[in-house]
């Protein structure tokens, strides 16, 4: 079936600093996945932070990147310099075209910055 | 305010009871979905109506049944719960079934004690 693995949490960072969440995936019931991120900040509900459905493509929202890369199956997200309002939970999913019918995410990686 | 409204925000139950788990989404989408993330596991999809008709369902047991009163109501009902239950349960909608962002409530933690 598909996959998502991504970076373990938790990650804790200083404001300013960057960050990296790793996402690779494994879609083996889908010829072209779209990829996402979504975050859940706290107290709230997923939301769509990016997504990309073309490979080679780069997706970004808030500050945050990622670049579908097909051959290394890869989908990482990052951004150059963090504040504390990014502290939340970031997951990593893949879909069909059809995207609505059915998202495999990852675990989700907790991420929380201190001033 | 929340667009998709989850009902309650927790709830704990007793091995073998029924629960209902309550949804009510005011963004006019067509389509509706649970999710279920246990603990130490990724998000889950578990089923997806659209236009008040179930389309997928990836649930294996049959003890979880969702319900569809009204095009923007979309409950779930669980029997016979088991403690392996215990878990967030997320409802989501987008406009349509076809290439559509996906909204989420904030979830209903359930334990099963």
């Known amino acids: 079936g598909d996959s998502v693995t991504q970076t373990e949490g938790p990650v804790t960072v200083s404001e300013s600093e960057s960050l990296i969440i790793n996402c690779t995936y494994s879609a083996t019931s889908i010829a072209y996945p779209n990829l996402f991120w979504y975050v859940r900040y706290p107290g709230e509900g997923l939301q769509l932070l990016l997504k990309v459905i073309t490979a080679g493509q780069k997706g970004s929202s808030r500050g945050f990147e990622a670049t579908y890369n097909k051959e290394t199956t890869s989908f990482h997200l990052q951004k150059a310099s963090v504040q504390e309002s990014d502290s939340a939970v970031y997951y990593c999913?893949?879909?069909?075209?059809?995207?609505?019918?059915?998202?495999?995410f990852g675990l989700g990686t907790r991420v929380s910055v201190f001033p | 305010d929340p667009k998709i409204i989850q009902k309650p925000k927790y709830l704990v139950a007793v091995t073998g009871s029924e629960k209902i788990l309550i949804c009510e989404q005011y963004?006019?989408?067509?389509?509706m979905y649970w999710y279920r993330q246990s603990a130490k596991k990724p998000l889950e999809f578990m089923f997806s109506y659209s236009y008040q008709k179930l389309m997928d369902n990836q649930t294996a047991s049959s003890r979880f049944q969702p319900q569809s009163s009204k095009k923007n109501h979309l409950d779930l009902q669980i029997t016979a719960l088991k403690p392996d239950d215990s878990a967030t349960y997320f409802c989501?909608?987008?406009?349509?079934?076809?290439?559509?962002?996906?909204?989420f409530g904030k979830g209903t933690r359930l334990t099963v004690v």
């Open positions: 999913a893949l879909g069909e075209g059809n995207y609505a019918q059915g998202l495999t």
């Open positions: 989501a909608s987008s406009q349509d079934r076809v290439n559509t962002e996906v909204f």
């Open positions: 963004l006019g989408h067509n389509a």
